[in-house]
């Protein structure tokens, strides 16, 4: 069963995949980010509901900690205009809900996924990218392209960030511009069934074909230009269930294909094989020579970063930062509680040089670049 069967083979996945949701790129002016303050605020969604409450109560046991106040904060159901709706990763698989928060790094935007889980189908219906000012929150637009869209490459491409869509009747990438939000299609060439992507520069990666019938093709080069890319066969076995989470990883002009279990390595502008590295099982790259680190491959969840000799610890009830040398807390923030009064579940993330605790809940950025 190819993975387009198995999507049609659920309702709800049928109903989506022939509903053409219209494009719409907005402004949207509802949804302001909130800049935090140390007051009780409840951030009320446009129906009635209440969703996150940000409160002052003394969370952290040592009064003699200072409490951070966050740069702003957005909440899902705000940025939406609907209760329980969820921010999710951009780079997961948007039409299903996969519980992972996190977001692009577009330079000035950051570039989210919102939707609405669906808890008897686990799909994401709606699911749209929003466009937000890295520097205040402010959303700058906010699109749900037509035929929906399945994942995004974790970077940008020329000020765009690039989806591909394989359901809809004209199946294709789509590009969005990080500036307003304007799309444009390209079409996937004949005979592909992209099922992950990512991006490098100028250049743009796509795993494509059926890993339950072991033969897979990874292709890299110009989106405008796809015909013309290098192939990396991909020759790993894994059901279609079994595929999820970040398969393409590049970083210092390398990449890896993790599928099934096998880990595939390969040389970014020419896509040929590269020998000598091999993955833990702890995401650490290894040379298999010198026996020495090269590359830990990032995975987005994490609850302790450290950021240029900072340490994010999110502790449940609240966020601390540490210093790396001294291990001397510099703050904690207090983290939002959920409508049944518990700390939302989250994580952090490093954008450039500002970070943000994130989650389904709210996206909220701690420190400024």
């Known amino acids: 069963m190819t993975r387009r069967e198995q999507d049609a083979s659920t309702p709800a996945s049928a109903v989506r995949a ?20 140390h007051e009780n605020r409840t951030a009320a969604s446009p129906d009635g509901g209440s969703e996150v409450t940000t409160s002052p109560d003394p969370l952290i046991s040592d009064p003699s900690v200072p409490a951070h106040n966050a740069r702003w904060q957005l909440d899902a159901a705000d940025v939406f205009g609907r209760t329980f709706a969820a921010f ?31 808890p008897r189908t686990y799909m994401l219906d709606q699911a749209r990218l929003v466009g937000i000012d890295a520097s205040d929150g402010t959303v700058r637009w906010s699109v749900a392209p037509e035929g929906g869209l399945d994942s995004c490459a974790d970077k940008p491409i020329r000020g765009e960030i690039i989806c591909f869509d394989p359901y809809s009747d004209d199946p294709g990438f789509v590009a969005i511009d990080v500036r307003d939000g304007a799309i444009r299609r390209v079409p996937i060439p004949t005979g592909w069934f992209p099922y992950a992507i990512a991006a490098d520069d100028d250049r743009l990666f796509v795993l ?23 192939t990396f066969p991909v020759n790993a076995f894994a059901p279609w269930e079994g595929v999820e989470g970040t398969l393409i990883h590049v970083a210092d002009g390398r990449g890896v294909v993790t599928l099934g279990g096998e880990a595939r390595f390969f040389d970014l502008l020419t896509g040929e094989p590269v020998d000598g590295l091999e993955l833990q099982a702890s995401g650490t790259v290894v040379d298999t020579a010198a026996g020495n680190e090269v590359w830990q491959l990032d995975e987005p969840g994490d609850t302790e970063m450290n950021v240029d000799g900072t340490i994010y610890t999110v502790t449940g009830p609240s966020v601390l930062a540490s210093d790396s040398g001294t291990s001397e807390t510099l703050w904690a923030w207090n983290v939002p509680k959920d409508a049944d009064g518990f700390p939302v579940s989250g994580s952090i993330q490093a954008v450039g040089a500002a970070v943000y605790f994130v989650s389904s809940n709210v996206l909220t950025q701690l420190v400024a670049p």
Not at 98 to 114: K, L, P
Request: glycine residues 12%; proline residues 4%; negative net charge.
């Open 18 to 37: 022939g509903v053409a949701v219209a494009i719409a790129v907005v402004s949207v002016s509802a949804a302001a980010a909130v800049l935090v303050t």
């Open 208 to 230: 494509e074909g059926n890993p339950e019938d072991s033969e897979s093709v990874l292709h890299g080069g110009d989106l405008d230009a796809l015909a013309g890319a290098w």
């Open 88 to 118: 999710v990763s951009p780079t997961e698989n948007l039409q299903f809900d996969s519980g992972v928060s996190e977001v692009i790094d577009a330079g000035g935007t950051v570039v989210a996924a919102v939707g609405l889980p669906n």
